[in-house]
């Protein structure tokens, strides 16, 4: 593959701002039931996510250079899908982690009907 006319989406930091907040609102929609009950707590359940966006990043940075590469076409799919399934093992860890490391400073907050 060549180079394209585009914009690299590596190299446009708005978008990677914009997604990189677009999941934190996902990953507090995921925690829904657990809500921080203090503000060191809420500024780490924050914190979190952080390296699973750097992750994502370094994975499309590799998968793009993965295309490029001259070798096998299914080394290269093979080498694809083992990147996906690490970035979901990542997210897995990330929501364990905080589901267990955070049991005192996270409660349990439904809505009640009034």
């Not at 990677?16 to 929609?29: D, M, N, P, Q």
């Not at 657990?34 to 060191?40: D, I, K, M, Q």
Request: proline share 6%.
């Amino acid at each position: 593959m060549g180079p394209t006319p585009f914009r690299s989406a590596l190299r446009n930091w708005p978008q990677w701002l914009g997604l990189t907040a677009v999941g934190e609102i996902i990953w507090f929609s995921v925690l829904y039931p657990l809500v921080p009950r203090t503000l060191r707590a809420a500024c780490v359940l924050a914190l979190i996510p952080l390296p699973l966006a750097g992750y994502v990043y370094l994975v499309v940075y590799l998968l793009r250079r993965l295309a490029d590469a001259q070798w096998n076409l299914r080394v290269r799919q093979g080498i694809t899908l083992v990147l996906a399934i690490s970035v979901g093992c990542v997210g897995f860890v990330l929501l364990w982690i905080t589901e267990t490391h955070f049991d005192a400073e996270v409660g349990y907050f439904l809505m009640h009907r009034r």
